[in-house]
Structures are given as structure tokens and as C-alpha cells.
DNA sequence: TCGTATTTCCAAAGCGCTTTGGATGAAGAA
DNA sequence: TTCTTCATCCAAAGCGCTTTGGAAATACGA
């Protein structure tokens, strides 16, 4: 069932139809109803691609999975985040579109979707330092938004973003506050913008303490539940082991509580562990109390947020920058206790 | 840069700088490279919605994110899936569209967006018993493809599953065969199809045994960290407890590991447990060895083959069913071992 | 009554592509 | 030479919608 079919039935030209269905002005009101009664009837559903077409947006908005070609991840935030932005699209009657992009097509990727005019808009997740996309969407013209943001990039674009490194340093100096000294890191890839500003944060709390950072405490890769496992493991190893442990994802905290389990250490008591943890709906930090004492930001609420502003920066090509700086809650759980008396 | 003013530039008709890019052989070899050299020089991309208005086909497979409304859940294994599929998409030409919709609206969002001309075709995750979306999607004459089956759905589709029933039932006996009686089963939401065919595998190997099942022993919900830890600390609390447990999802497993160490058991010594592993990339069940002893089947296998059946389905409307049946692999890990004395 | 708004509808153009049904000219056959 | 046959290209129609620029009919004012 297509518009000029629908006309016919109804006696009506399309040009009718179609401003009766869309809610203009200039058509009576019983011949509306009319109208909307036999597109109810008929089942008629305009053709996405030809309104596409006649009114030029799409009102697709793009993702890009950049499913990284080394290391075949896909990041467990990815599903919340999407989901929450999918609402939030839905209710503004976008839908969502995906291309898949391996590390080194993912500018081209970008380009072509919007350039053959698939989306209106694309969101830009998991920003690098010195992220080249973010000139290249500019450029291209295509508003876009950014979840995260890159230190180092020039000019000015929307973001939402935790503020990854108080967030950290308030983490850190909880720690301190309870007696650590020797603090691990068990960060991201060192090239994402949100593993350097968690280890700034990080960084920062141990220089007002006084402490000297120890590089041998800092490990950095991508959070898989064994990376925690395997960089706990080695590190409760040494000579001189750490008594807290910062890790930058509830999936990593979880292979490093793993580690210190088969070790024989006992979370909270000996060894302290802070996570962030990105309120996943599968993975809750618990029920009542929090298992892990945790840096809390939702990312499903950053998605559906994202999604708004992307939208209201679709709507309004020219307005002001729009950023976002979420600030991530500090819940105390049973994983951090008072440091070790080791005298 | 559009197809008329490409042609104009070149000063040949749409027609022919059409067919010259697409392959087609009415053009001479050297006005095609012309052309095609010309489409690159000013970065060309052919406007998806008008060649989809053009050509009748979108390019496009749908998903729909069943975003349940009471339990606000994204399935953990979606991204994964979702990245396997989304790279043979790509391979093909094909885009991946989302969209969003609850419980109520499920059967209009896919209706939806065939009918608007949206998708070529689309996938269904997560059938239900008696699934009614796999009839609705039949009668409209989409093509689809079913992740999963659905018992109780007359007529033939075409699907990819993994073997649940026998999977379950090896991994019940391999329990069994350790000298557990007492086998708990900790599975997924009652009326998912992957959930009831599990637990007819179970309930088969405890009756080949001779074991009576215990309805204490048998928990169905959604298949979060905090469920698993919640069902696994009540059985382990019961006067006669299980010795061993069975549970659908390592995310699960992982909750009830942490129920086993709160209360000092020892998995493989005190508890044996078996998880069904659905190979997830930040997930990996341990490295060498593996932690858990578990039925394993890559859903990002299973991502890539349910797209390329898709995309087989959409070029023959009309050919054969194609069902695809995965035998999950019993990994044996360090979570199991013979069933405690309890004499 | 006539002239002017206002309401309600429509024909046709246009969005950017593919594809049908030729047209043109060169090469080969007779 | 004249007639066919190819090879190569093009004009125009059509995909299904929105939107421009009226036209017709009705209401209103004087």
C-alpha cells in the first residue's frame, strides 16, 4: 500500500493524503480523520527511503562498531550504552544504523554514511588521544557527538562525558585516607582518552599525598576479565605488592578478585579494590551493599543523553556547543578496608 | 557531488556514468576507468535512499533491541553477536538497523519496519516459547531469520541454534558421572526456548541416571551476576544441599562463584560447577586452562553464520528452509570434580 | 450585489538514483 | 556500395514521497 493507492481509495489527491497524515494545517479536519482512518485500516506506512528522499533527512542516526581488528573485543558497555540511546531515538522517531569498520577503514566508514546520506547524525564512541575522527566529522560537516572526549584535539565539539579523572582521584585518595601507600592502576588501552585522565586523576591524588608513583603498579590493556586476573596475579607476586588496586572496569575487578582468591587474600581485608563500574544491567555491583567499592556512572543514562543532545544538535546545525561532564558516584562496598599492618 | 554533476563534469549522460559504476558491461572499458577515476577524485557516494527507491532494496537488515520494560536487561551476549553479524553485513553491502521497542510493541516494530521499506530483512533474537513474532514475520513475507527456535511454532523458518538440549544433558551427565546426585540448575527466564530445551537435556540425563529431579534445585530468572550469587547462596544454604551446579550463563556463574567463596566453599572441591559459555570477547573463560568447566559455543560464530544465512534467504526468497544446529563443545575445567563425601 | 479573504484541495515538480527502449556510428558482411 | 550487427551511449520514465504554486469554493464585508 503505497500514498497513491491510498489517494485513490479515498477520493483524494496525494498531495491531501500526505499533508493529512503529517499533521499540516491546510486540510479539514473531517478529512483527516478520514484520511488517518483508512492509513490505520490499510496499514499504509509511508516508505522511509522516499520521504527520505523528498524531505533530504533520513532521520537515521549511525553507530560505528569499531571492532578493533588485533584484538577482536567488543566492549561490554556497548549493549547499555545503545540501549539507552535507542530509546531515546525511538521516541524522537529515529532509528539507529551500525556499520561495522575495522581500525584502519573507521574514518571512511564515518564518511560514507553520511555522505550517500544514510544518517543525519552519528555518534563517536570510545575516543582515542588525539582522536582523528573528531576533525574529520567536523569537516565533513556531519553533526556528530562524542562519548568522551580527546585531550589534544583542536576546536570545539559536543561530548558527554564522567569526569574520569576526579573521579579517580577521589578513588585514590579514599585509598590513601585509609592508609595505602602502595596503590596499583590497572587502567585501559593507554591510547583511550579515558584511561589518561583516570591516570591523571590517579596520579594527582598520590602527589598530594607525597607518594612517589610506582611504574611497576601501572598496567594498562584492554579490560577482558583475564587481563585483571593476569596483572593481580603478577602483581601480588612481587616483592613489595601493592595493598589497593584501582581497575578502570567491573569485568577486569572481577578476574582480579579472582586472582586474589586462589591466593588466599581476602578482598576489603588484605588487599583493597576500587572499580569503575559503569552500572551494567547484567552486572550490578550487587544488591544492598556493594560488593566493590566503586566509581559509579551509568553508561545506559550517558546514552540516552547522548542521543538527546545529538538530536537537539541535528535540530539546531548552528547552536552552541552543547558538553556534557557527568560526575561518578563514590559507593563504599566490602572490597576496601584500612591498609595492612605489614610491620 | 550527486550523479548529475558527476556526469556533467564528464560530459556523458547519468546512464552511462551509472553503469559504469556498477558494472554493468554496455560501457566502454576506457569511459569506465574515466569515470571511476572521476568518482574517486571528488569523492562520489551514490545516495543510498534514492538507489534504494530505485532499485526496490535497502541494503538494510533490521534487529530489534527487546528492550524488556520490567526488567530493563540488555542480554549480555548481544554485542558480541551483533559485532559477528555485523561484520559479514559488511562484506555484503548490507547495513544493520536497531530499533527500539518494549515487550507490547515488538510485533509492530518489526512489522513496521518491513512494511515502511526500511530492512531487506531481519533478524530474531531470543524466541520464546511458542514464539509469536516468528508467525507475524511468516505472514508478512519478510525474510528472517531466527537466533534460536521456538518449540511450539508450527510451520518451518529458518534458524541457527546451538544444541542446548544436548549440550545440557553431557554436561549433566559428565556431573553425574563425577558421583553428584544433588544437581542444581540455575537457568534463564522459563518461557525462553534456550531455557526449557537446557532443562529438558537436564531433566533427560537425571532420568537416564535414575534421579529423581528436585524442583528446590531447578531456578529460572534473568541471567545477571547478582542472580546467580542470589540463587546459589539460597541452595547452599538448604538443609540437604546440591553438590553440584549447572547455570546458563557464565555471567551467572560468576555471581555464583562468588556465593561459593563467601561461604568457604571451594568450587570443584565442595561445589562442582558447570557454565554454559558463550565465548564472549571480555569474557574468555580463563586462558590456558579454563576456569570453568563449561559448554562452550561462540555466539559470534553463531552472529556471522545467522547473517550469511540472512543474506542467503533474502537473494532466494523462495529456496530452501536452512536451520543450522551448533554443538557446543564441554570444556573441562577446574571447576569440577567428584562429588564430595558426605558420609 | 461585488470584491476580497479564507479554507480546502490539487497538479506537477523534484529528491537522486536505476533501467527501459532506443539512437548513433563504426565495423563487418554481402 | 548497401545492409547488418555490434558496441557505445543517451533521453526519459519511474521508484514513493513532500512541497510549491495555484485553483475552486465558500465565507465575509461593504
Known amino acids: 500500500m503505497n500514498l497513491k493507492q491510498l489517494s485513490e481509495i479515498l477520493g483524494l489527491s496525494q498531495t491531501t493524503v500526505s499533508r493529512a497524515l503529517n499533521g499540516y494545517p491546510e486540510v479539514n479536519e473531517d478529512t483527516r480523520l478520514r484520511v488517518q482512518a483508512a492509513a490505520t485500516k490499510h496499514g499504509y506506512r509511508p516508505n522511509s527511503r522516499a520521504k527520505g528522499l523528498a524531505t533530504g533527512r533520513s532521520m537515521v542516526i549511525g553507530h560505528v562498531i569499531p571492532s ?9 558497555i556497548f549493549g547499555d550504552f545503545v540501549a539507552g ?73 559536543d561530548w558527554i562525558d564522567v569526569n574520569n579523572k576526579s573521579s579517580f582521584q577521589r578513588a585514590t585518595k579514599f585509598l590513601i585516607d585509609l592508609g595505602h601507600r602502595r596503590i596499583a592502576l590497572i587502567n585501559g588501552l593507554e591510547d583511550m582518552d579515558f584511561a589518561q585522565r583516570r591516570r591523571a586523576g590517579y596520579l594527582e591524588a598520590l602527589h598530594e599525598a607525597g607518594i612517589t608513583p610506582d611504574p611497576s603498579l601501572m598496567r594498562s590493556a584492554e579490560m577482558t576479565e583475564v587481563y585483571g586476573h593476569h596483572e593481580a596475579r603478577a602483581m601480588i607476586q612481587m616483592d613489595n605488592p601493592p595493598t589497593a588496586i584501582l581497575i578502570s572496569s567491573m569485568i577486569s575487578a572481577i578476574g582480579v578478585r579472582r586472582a586474589l582468591n586462589e591466593a588466599g587474600l581476602k578482598m576489603g581485608r588484605d588487599v583493597s579494590v576500587i572499580a569503575h563500574d559503569d552500572d551494567l544491567s547484567y552486572l550490578k555491583n550487587g544488591q544492598d551493599v556493594p560488593i566493590f567499592t566503586a566509581t559509579r556512572s551509568s553508561v545506559r543514562q550517558a546514552g540516552e543523553i547522548a542521543a538527546e543532545m545529538l538530536i537537539e544538535r541535528i535540530k539546531s546545525p548552528e547552536g552552541p556547543v552543547q558538553t556534557r561532564l557527568l560526575e561518578a558516584e563514590l559507593v563504599v562496598g566490602g572490597s576496601t578496608g584500612p591498609a595492612p599492618d605489614r610491620f
Open 68 to 76: 578493533s581488528s588485533q584484538h577482536e573485543m567488543v566492549n561490554p
Open 85 to 157: 540511546a535507542a530509546r531515546k531515538y525511538a521516541e524522537h522517531g529515529y532509528d539507529m544504523m551500525f556499520t561495522n569498520a575495522d581500525d584502519t577503514s573507521i574514518e571512511r566508514a564515518y564518511r560514507d554514511l553520511f555522505q550517500r546520506g544514510a544518517v543525519d547524525g552519528v555518534v563517536l564512541q570510545g575516543p582515542k588521544v588525539n582522536e582523528p575522527r573528531i576533525g574529520v566529522l567536523s569537516r565533513m560537516g556531519v553533526p556528530f557527538i562524542v562519548h568522551g572526549r580527546a585531550t589534544g584535539v583542536e576546536g570545539t565539539y
